[in-house]
């Protein structure tokens, strides 16, 4: 006899174990099924989380290495690669433990292996009982992209789960993507004292964000010693002695014209590709469900993350849109507060995304080139760090704070910012968002002196021609 609970959760990601907790919270009875041994998905076990870890080692000990000087500090920085990424390591257990606990406290009931869709209301699992539900939550998020030829061993040819594993520096590490994860690994890595070539079609990085951000970013990352080759493919990867040669040709216009400049070939001995993810939707019995999907793989849903199945919702990396924790978390709570009844939302136009490079880059909202195409009249206000009293005492004076307000009513529709703390600022925006707010509002609000958000409220002054310290 089937095992029967109101609902199963397939995947214990940021979205699935979000959603079994809030659920639970919420009087309903909850499975959920996790293939891998820790709960957490990707993000806590091979990505957010580990990779935040090492950015953080890296940029002390290249702090120490190099930024202490100018503080009247001298020391010496010895890297032990080894300890970092046990460090990492911990710091990924202590959390999954921690999210094991949460639903011990909630009494969500915890499934191991492999499961799919078995007929309606069904749950099967491989190896496993068969579980009954009256609702039924995919949550099986994303995996890397790879490509033609550089297929991943994660020891020469690495997707970002590799990337966080290496048992010694590259000595040239190439970075086949232009994007969030690209940036941050190699970023890592080159701190650590690897020579990094990020390699990207277009004709700039960060695809998708305000473009002046990205030129900003890109400047400072060439400080660091990272060398970009932009409208540039692979169009071979050959193993060597001991590494890789790849190809390199023009991208082709992308759209942009652009073409390829620099060497034809690159020596490397590891290459990270880093050009997207892709749904996991394969083996879960959809189409015997009845559950649809686009061309791509994604689950189609509608209103409420309702799939083309009876009673089946979806949630997360594996329904599209911006592929980041925080933003399947959201799903996942209002998925279980709609299947309690509850009016369970998430508004999309206020999902913030993070660089965790040095400086930072965080963006929400609608960039400058998005408000052209859209053909929306809109006021700029940017205030650089250069400026700012806190960024200039602590040595972060890199980057702007940058709002875009609508035209006619102040209300904000984008803030980009590259700099010191990036990542925490951004929030400031994203909450006078969800609140319909204006540049007005934030300009007016008390910001503490000295702060790095000052610069928040400087760019809001500035929509309005009024910046004080500039």
Not at 26 to 49: H, S, W
Not at 233 to 257: I, M, Q
Not at 375 to 380: E, L
């Amino acid at each position: 006899m089937a095992q029967s609970h109101d609902l199963v959760i397939i995947g214990g990601g940021p979205g699935g174990y979000v959603c079994a907790i809030r659920a639970a919270q919420l009087g309903l009875d909850v499975a959920c099924v996790e293939k891998t041994p820790n709960l957490g998905g990707v993000c806590l076990n091979v990505g957010c989380i580990p990779s935040k870890a090492l950015l953080h080692s890296s940029r002390l000990y290249a702090e120490i290495r190099d930024g202490l000087s100018e503080h009247g500090i001298t020391a010496t920085a010895k890297l032990d690669l080894a300890a970092m990424m046990a460090r990492k390591e911990r710091v990924v257990d202590s959390l999954a433990r921690g999210v094991e606990g949460l639903f011990k406290k909630n009494k969500v009931t915890r499934y191991d292996g492999v499961a799919h869709l078995a007929g309606k209301g069904r749950v099967a699992i491989e190896g496993g009982p068969t579980l009954q539900a009256d609702s039924i939550a995919i949550a099986t998020g994303s995996t890397p992209v790879a490509l033609p030829g550089l297929a991943f061993d994660e020891k020469r040819i690495l997707s970002s789960t590799g990337a966080l594993s290496l048992e010694k520096v590259p000595k040239h590490l190439a970075v086949i993507g232009g994007g969030y994860i690209g940036l941050e690994m190699g970023s890592v890595w080159r701190r650590l004292g690897a020579q990094v070539t990020v390699i990207e079609m277009l004709d700039g990085i960060l695809p998708g964000m305000d473009r002046e951000v990205a030129r900003v970013m890109r400047r400072a990352l060439e400080k660091q010693g990272v060398t970009f080759r932009l409208a540039t493919r692979v169009s071979e990867a050959k193993a060597g002695r001991g590494g890789l040669r790849l190809s390199l040709a023009a991208a082709g216009d992308g759209g942009t014209g652009a073409k390829a400049d620099g060497p034809d070939t690159l020596a490397v001995d590891g290459v990270l590709v880093a050009v997207g993810r892709k749904p996991v939707s394969d083996g879960l019995g959809l189409e015997a469900a009845g559950v649809e999907t686009d061309g791509r793989g994604f689950i189609t849903v509608s209103d409420g993350f309702r799939t083309s199945a009876d009673d089946v919702y979806a949630i997360g990396d594996v329904i599209g849109g911006p592929m980041l924790a925080h933003k399947a978390e959201e799903e996942g709570v209002a998925l279980a507060e709609r299947l309690a009844g509850l009016p369970g939302h998430v508004n999309y136009a206020t999902v913030p995304g993070v660089v965790y490079t040095h400086p930072e880059a965080a963006t929400v909202g609608r960039s400058e080139e998005a408000l052209k195409e859209a053909g929306i009249a809109y006021t700029v206000g940017k205030f650089p760090f250069t400026a700012s009293s806190r960024a200039r005492a602590v040595g972060e004076s890199e980057g702007l704070v940058k709002i875009l307000a609508d035209a006619k009513s102040d209300r904000i529709l984008g803030c980009h910012i590259v700099g010191p703390d990036a990542g925490t600022l951004i929030h400031e925006a994203v909450m006078a968002m969800e609140f319909d707010g204006s540049a007005e509002d934030v300009a007016r609000a008390f910001h503490a002196h000295p702060t790095l958000n000052e610069s928040v409220k400087e760019a809001a002054l500035a929509v309005a021609g009024r910046a004080i310290h500039i």
